[in-house]
C-alpha cells in the first residue's frame, strides 16, 4: 500500500504470520550472501554505468522499432527489376511475420478469456472466439498451404488460383 493513503478509511489488515522466534545469534547465510554479492557486484556496476551515463549526457540512445517503409507489391515490379523482386519478397516476409504475430495475440486473449471464464467460456467468450476464427480464416486463406519455404511469388500463385476457382464456380 502507499504511504500516503488515508488510514481511515482503508485500515491495515491484521498480520496473519506469527513473529520469528529466533532461535540462534548466528546471522542468517543468505543476508551475508546478498550483502557479499549487492557490495561486490551490484554497486559497482551500477556505479560505474552511472558515471558513464553522466559523461554521455544528451547523447543517449533510444531504441525504437525499426520502421520499413512500404514498396511495391510483386505484380506492380517490371519484368526483370531483381531488386524490386527482392523489396517485395522483404515486405512479404515481414507482412508474414506480422500477421503471425495478430493471430498469436488474438489466440492468447482467447486464452486468457478462457482461463478466467473456465466451463462458461463459449457464451462469455464469443466475441474473442469469433475474432480468433476470423483471424485465423484469414491467415490461412492467405498462408495456409505454403510450405516449409513459403515466398511472395508462391503466395501471389495461391491467390491467383484461388480467383481463377472462384470465377469458374461463379
Excluded at 102 to 127: D, F, H, M, P
Amino acid at each position: 500500500m502507499p504511504q500516503d493513503y488515508d488510514k481511515d478509511v482503508y485500515p491495515e489488515p491484521p498480520r496473519q504470520t506469527p513473529v520469528v522466534d529466533k532461535q540462534t545469534a548466528l546471522p542468517n547465510p543468505a543476508l551475508i550472501l546478498s550483502k557479499l554479492f549487492y557490495y561486490s557486484v551490484d554497486l559497482p556496476v551500477t556505479t560505474f554505468r552511472g558515471i558513464i551515463e553522466g559523461i554521455q549526457g544528451d547523447k543517449k540512445s533510444h531504441y525504437y522499432h525499426q520502421n520499413f517503409r512500404r514498396v511495391s507489391e510483386l505484380t506492380e515490379c517490371q519484368e526483370g527489376d531483381y531488386v524490386c523482386y527482392y523489396e517485395a519478397e522483404m515486405q512479404w516476409r515481414r507482412d508474414y511475420k506480422v500477421d503471425q504475430e495478430i493471430v498469436k495475440v488474438i489466440q492468447e486473449r482467447l486464452r486468457a478469456c478462457q482461463q478466467r471464464e473456465g466451463s462458461s467460456y463459449t457464451q462469455n467468450c464469443s466475441k474473442e472466439l469469433q475474432q480468433f476464427n476470423e483471424v485465423s480464416k484469414g491467415f490461412q486463406s492467405r498462408y495456409g498451404d505454403l510450405g516449409a519455404y513459403a515466398s511472395s511469388r508462391k503466395c501471389l500463385m495461391k491467390q491467383k488460383e484461388r480467383m481463377m476457382a472462384e470465377a469458374q464456380n461463379a
